[in-house]
């Protein structure tokens, strides 16, 4: 008896187990006490794992539930709706169950003390009496889902609606589980998989494909239905926040890519990294044809949003993506009036300027005359660059050959000397300016040379000339002459320095 | 010309062999087209009795200075001309090859020049019909750099072009670059001795320039690096240098804040050319602000006279400060400098400082549209200015942007201008016409409104400028990437 007891918990415990959420109302039990005298009259495969014949066939109900004798039931097989994610074999618990257990130990409702064939779903606690958990939570981190459970892939009983209302852990609920979340998914695959599949990691996870983790999950439809409808999420990392991220990522990048690659493809970094320095982390990134989704998309902002947003400082209120939708932060790296201020930190190159600019970006500017395409200066500026260069705000000529470029279009304006030292244009009207030049010149001396020629000004200051000097206090003539000795010979007759 | 157009030829059969063997070839084109109106200043008489005052120097009834010579009837004067149309077109053409072997790849940038409208009016440059920009081989390795031909320097001591060698080499936190080669003249793309320079100069150089630079930097850590640089052009036959100067430049964080320092000397005249410490930080509780010390003073190399001028220079401190709401995509800020110069010894009552200050709000939402306004004020010896602007843009998807411009300019106390006001706007539109095939138009509308004290040309013009990007060939290295 104890041992049919055994065999008929074995039997009813698994189907309780893997019973689906009833589409209709479940077997009542008790009230066909008194026609079964044992379980396995309905349940004959249980012993044997016997799944065809876990479960009586229809017709078993029919024959009493015919309309006359009684009234017709609908009643399907659990079994029939597919199979759930609980992994059971009666057989194998009903050998280690003992012979004192019978189908009443897990499925009586008061155990064994429970009356005859009133039984149903045994408790959770009948599995963790045995297969005790870490931690008391079912759903517990620490818990290894698989030891009952099978994978979401292999559980084809389960809807889309009943995937979407599986219950979340608690874990997942924390607000840094996306940022921590990896570390634990690496060593616990198996349980991730008992929810998920390739899909729910390749939402956000543009390395999906290459990730060992994400890849040791199978596909499933019904999870690719449910994450197309729900927008990836792409928490700012804490170290994307510090002030000095837009200097330091390279570093960060180059030691460990794979980590960029979760929320980064190749088409995200190329927003700014367009020159060759940063080509070879490019290179490990996946790009557009492999990553399912684009990622987080970088759009530079340019102008007039200037100096708004470095990198780090991107709020995530700033960003609400929708599903599928390009995952677009604006970012700038550089600050406010850069374009201006870039001298020192380029000559530094305190960040690599190769990574984000081909090598002929600063000539694009600096070879002076290649205007418009980055609108440098403001519309019309031509009217009033004067106090610009006069003040040297930037220094034109590290754009532009004074002669060349400056005095050309002076001279044509008509605003350049004509060499007769009368005219009445330029400084006229300070009629004292004759007097008054020498301050002027040596304070902007450039602004003088973008209208007169040198031999203007030698027309007072050589030896041929009025035999004015032109030289200050503090010029150091013979520092000059052993640089440029012929140069002395400009104004002078003959080497002022008589050869030393 | 023809000894131009010989050079250019040459480069490009030099490298052809290279790109017709590359892995992956890259052209770039750049058609620029601009209509720019302008009124020269142009001499002319009135009888002296039309003028105010005595002696050599009057006024007219506008203010107009008028030089009257004595014993003559007659004064003359300055003023703005018939209007002339300006129409420079310029071609730019840039060629990349790469895949020649591990890290080797092939440049070149060659520009073509030429003036649409028939008048004497010329943009400056124009003369310079074919220009050979650049053109090098470069092989690119992770320990280093090595470069051959026309190519380029860029660091603390400004952008320099030489026909040359150079070379890099990189260890660890360590980096070590040379160049050597036969200098060009910046702007110009040219040698020392060349026509080029001797058209725009009265007392130019009589031989070329050989340029020899070095350059270490170093970076203890990820925000920090100091870079020194020394450079020396020597003139053909040795007699003597056209410059001789040497660079610091280093930049680190600390405290969430940027440092940057900049040092530039002339060795040939012993003076610091550049001297600037800044210091900056963005987003402090929504504000970012910038602080800077700055000695500048102008650099000659030796061919000209003007180093011997002794040039002195100004000490200046700046400061910007901007604040982005929390709330609102609106930043604000405000930039002010005052310069003080050093003393000159020489000429009489003119200002030695100057100011500056200005303000910006910036409207940049998530949405395409986006705004700005800005004022700025600059007081300084020579010209001086105050300069209102707003301007409207709306940026749409693929690069496609609209933006309206509306400007106020007032230039004051200049020497030759003196006071005058210029209100005008200007429409701008970027729209691609195709993957590889961008547009860009611009037209503006200027008008003088008021202008006393001095002949300044008539700034009422017409502006409009067309500019086609085009691609040819792939990205390299960037195969696969979404756009």
Known sequence: MKRLLSILLAVMLPLALTAQAPAATPFPHAKHAKLFPTCSGCHAGVAAGDAAHTF?????????????????????????????????????HAERAGKDATCATCHGETGEQSPWMNVGRPAQARCTACHAHQTPEHYADANVCATCHRTLVQATGLTDAKIAALPKPASHAQAN??????????????????????????????????????????????????????????????????????????????????????????????????????????????????????????????????????VGLVKNGDWNPKPHADSVRKVRVHPTGFAKSHGPSAAAE?????????????????????????????????????????????????????????????????????????????????????????????????????????????QCHSELGWRVSPHGPNFDASRFAKANRQQCLRCHFKDPLGGK | MLRKLATTAAAVLAVAP??????????????????????????????????????????????????????????????????????????????????????????????????????????????????????YADIDRSWGRARIGRQWVSGGLGVYDFDGLS????????????????????????????????????????????IVGARGRFRPNAVTSVTATYQRVLMA???????????????????????????????????????????????????????????SAPFFETWTIWGAFSPVGFDEGRATVDWRSPSLPLTLSAHGAYRKYNDADAGMTLRTDGWRAGADAIVQGPGALSAMASYDVDIGNGASRNDARASVRWSGQGERSFGLTGSAVQNIYEFNVGTGRIIGGAFDVTWPLGPDLHAMADIGVYRQLFSVGAPGPDWTQRRASLRLEWTLGRDPGLAGTAK
């Open chain 1, 56 to 92: 009586p066939a229809v017709t078993q109900c029919t024959s009493c539930h015919d309309g006359k004798r009684q009234k017709t039931v609908v009643w399907t097989p659990p079994a029939a709706r597919g199979v759930g994610l609980l992994s059971y074999s009666h057989p194998r």
């Open chain 1, 177 to 310: 589980f996306i940022s921590t979340h990896g570390s634990g998914a690496k060593v616990s695959t198996a349980s991730c998989a008992t929810c998920h599949a390739r899909e729910s990691c390749a939402r956000c996870h543009v390395d999906a494909a290459r990730s060992d983790p994400i890849k040791g999950l199978a596909q499933d439809a019904r999870i690719a239905r449910l994450a197309s409808a729900k927008a990836p999420v792409y928490p700012v990392p804490q170290d994307h926040k510090a002030g000095d991220f837009d200097r330091g990522h390279g570093a960060t990048a180059r030691a460990n890519t794979a980590r960029c690659a979760v929320c980064h493809a190749r088409s995200s970094c190329a927003t700014c990294h367009v020159g060759d320095g940063a080509a070879a982390v490019l290179a490990k990134l996946p790009d557009a044809a492999e990553a399912r989704g684009r990622g987080v998309l970088l759009k530079h902002v340019d102008e007039p949003a200037r100096g708004v947003v470095p």
């Open chain 1, 350 to 458: 305190a960040m690599s300027c190769q990574g984000c600019h081909k090598q002929a970006f600063c000539k694009d500017c600096h070879e002076g005359e290649r205007i418009g395409a980055r609108r440098y200066h403001v519309s019309n500026f031509v009217n009033s660059h004067a106090a610009d260069a006069y003040g040297r705000n930037v220094e034109c000529t590290s754009c532009h050959n004074t002669a060349a470029f400056c005095r050309a279009c002076h001279q044509q304006s008509g605003l350049a000397s004509q060499g007769n030292g009368r005219s009445a244009g330029y400084h006229n009207a300070q009629p004292q300016w004759l007097l008054e030049h020498g301050r002027a010149a040596r304070q902007e001396l450039n602004t003088c040379a973008s209208c007169h020629q040198q031999r203007y000004c030698l």
């Open chain 2, 18 to 135: 290279f790109v017709a063997s590359a892995q992956g070839v890259r052209v770039t084109g750049v058609t620029y087209a601009q209509s720019i109106e302008l009124r020269p200043l142009v001499y002319d008489s009135v009888g002296s009795y039309f003028t105010t005052g005595t002696g050599e120097w009057r006024v007219l009834a506008d203010g107009t200075p008028a030089h009257c010579v004595s014993g003559s009837d007659y004064c003359v004067f300055q003023r703005s001309g018939d209007r002339m149309t300006m129409a420079p077109l310029t071609q730019d053409l840039s060629f990349v090859s790469w895949g020649l072997g591990e890290g080797i790849s092939v440049h070149a940038d060659v520009r073509a020049r030429a003036q649409l409208s028939s008048h004497d009016l010329v943009y400056p440059g124009s003369d310079r019909s074919l220009e050979l920009i650049d053109a």
């Open chain 2, 167 to 210: 070379g890099v080499y990189r260890h660890d936190r360590y980096s070590i670059e040379a160049w050597a080669g036969r200098a060009l003249v910046q702007g110009i793309n040219n040698t020392y001795a060349s026509a080029q320079l001797a058209s725009a100069e009265d007392l130019p150089p009589d031989q070329d320039g050989y």
């Open chain 2, 237 to 295: 036959d040795h007699s003597g240098l056209y410059s001789e100067r040497a660079a610091l430049d280093a930049s680190t964080r600390a405290l969430g804040a940027s440092i940057d320092l900049a040092l530039a000397y002339d060795m040939v005249t012993g003076a610091w050319n550049e001297a600037r410490l800044r210091i900056g930080r963005a987003g402090f509780h929504q504000f970012g602000y910038s602080i800077e010390a700055r000695h």
